[in-house]
């Protein structure tokens, strides 16, 4: 691509003063929402997923640093309303920074850094490096919410290509056994990775490569269905070397390096066939759409005030979080559950499980019997929640993916009269797991009932999404941030263990909600 670069004394361009000012901008972003980035490069630094991310910013700045010839030929002038929106999306990272949200945050400093270029140098400006601002959303590591249907996927394609190759499978879960041995589905198979790089590098070719909307659409769209497919593929792959090589080849550390093989082949034939279709780049208009006379006094140093407003509506986040957030030292949370009426506690308390609560405040369980069968209750509970230790975090599983013992049949969400509660039901996550080895007799495994329910803001739900938001808003009215997850199950399988788990639940529910409410107000 050819450029054109109009050369002005120094006293007249107004580009010098206007770097200096958007600088000035970015440097306050880093400063103010220096924790965001230093989180956001440690998820950089420590997952093969996003790993990708470190190239984002030199390529950004390659990619302005093209369109140098064309930004020359512009006058950069404030949009002095784009401090209107930064301070909105500065109030979304407080709620995200609240909430304790990486993504939220993450994607809001990103936006900041976004819309800095417009306030500062003008709407021509951000215009003219749309894509490289675009762009600059790749630094943020999200996409892993996928992970658990990019799973599920994966084993649906893996187990249905497997029989329709003649392969006998007895599936359960994520797991599989065929002739030659047991497989799982972890999360290092989902092809999260493969797809996030992929798209990445796939949006990026579209740009350099073409012209047309239409056509950059249509590449980015198949940067996104090529991983998905490859990876289902190179999945069955896998099992198919394992199983006719007698499980000496593929497995290992062979596993994941044929992945990677296999992706780069299919990825690189996508560019080869993708390249056939290229455009050649647009010839920039030679002629300047503003000349140094129209430029005199045309700058000035207006931009030095914006970047004043800009940086006053950047720190709106920051110094409310400030005066928000908790003391960082406090006293230990003691939580026993309580005694239940019709439910004396078991003699023997040994749990058949026990989930996973990461940084939790305080965790409690007990053992109830109800007709001479166990109930377990098992409550995480959180206070003074911050990101990676919160009760709606991923890392809160009730079974590990890769547990060897443990293994999730279903799941889903079931409603439990509860009329203690004054509602008729309570939605719930119910699951099945049985213990032991895939495939062993039915009759020689365990197996549970689970039911879990998240309490927030005084209020039971299912959805993560609405804890979050309880918390948040308990916490802008001075309320704290107090919640909970409670885990309930029985043994057994069949309706006996059903009805058993839920008759618990609809007479005991409200008691032990009313108990959290007790240790929620003794922090007040």
Known sequence: ????????????????????????????????????????????????????????????????????????????????????????????????????????????????????????????????????????????????????????????????????????????????????????????????????????????????????????????????LVPIVANWVRAYMIVMLGHLSGNKIAVGVDHLIYGWVFFGVVIGIMFVIGARWSEPPLEPDPSPTVGPAAMQGAFGLRQWPAAGLAVAALAIGPAASWALQHPSTMPPLKLVLPDLPGAPAAADQTLKLQPHFEGAAAQAHRVYTVDGQPVTVDVGYYRHQTYGIKVTSSNNVLVRSDDSYWNRLSGGTVRVPVPGLGADAVAMRATQLVGGRTGAISAQRDALVVRQ???????????????????????????????????????????????????????????????????????R
């Open 1 to 224: 691509m050819s450029t054109t670069i109009v050369s002005f004394p120094t006293a007249l361009s107004p580009w010098r003063p206007a770097l200096l000012s958007v600088l000035a901008v970015l440097l306050a972003i880093g400063l103010l929402y220096r924790d965001t980035f230093v989180a956001m490069a440690g998820i950089w630094t420590r997952s093969e997923t996003f790993a990708h991310a470190w190239l984002v910013p030199p390529i950004v700045i390659w990619l302005v640093w093209r369109l140098r010839g064309e930004l020359v030929l512009l006058t950069p002038k404030p949009a002095p309303w784009v401090l209107l929106p930064m301070a909105v999306v500065a109030f979304g990272w407080l709620l995200g920074d609240l909430a304790g949200i990486n993504a939220v945050t993450q994607l809001a400093v990103t936006a900041l850094l976004v819309l800095a270029v417009p306030a500062v140098l003008g709407l021509a400006v951000a215009r003219q490096i749309m894509f490289p601002l675009g762009f600059l959303l790749f630094m943020v590591p999200i996409g892993e919410f996928t992970t658990d249907v990019m799973m599920e996927w994966t084993a649906d394609f893996t187990v249905w290509a497997l029989v329709a190759t003649g392969i006998p499978v007895y599936r359960e879960g994520l797991q599989f056994i065929i002739p030659s041995g047991a497989w799982s589905v972890v999360e290092a198979c989902s092809g999260v990775r493969y797809l996030i790089a992929s798209f990445m590098v796939g949006t990026l070719f579209a740009y350099l490569n073409y012209n047309s909307a239409k056509r950059r659409w249509i590449f980015v769209g198949v940067s996104i």
């Open 453 to 523: 329910v998240l309490w927030a803001g005084g209020r039971l739900t299912t959805s993560g999404q609405q804890a979050v938001a309880a918390g948040v808003l308990t916490r802008l009215g001075g309320q704290g941030d107090d919640a909970a997850l409670l885990t309930i199950y029985t043994n057994g399988d069949g309706p006996a263990a059903v009805n058993r788990v839920d008759t618990f639940i609809g007479q005991h529910l409200p008691a032990l909600v009313a108990h959290l409410e007790q240790v929620r107000s003794s922090a």
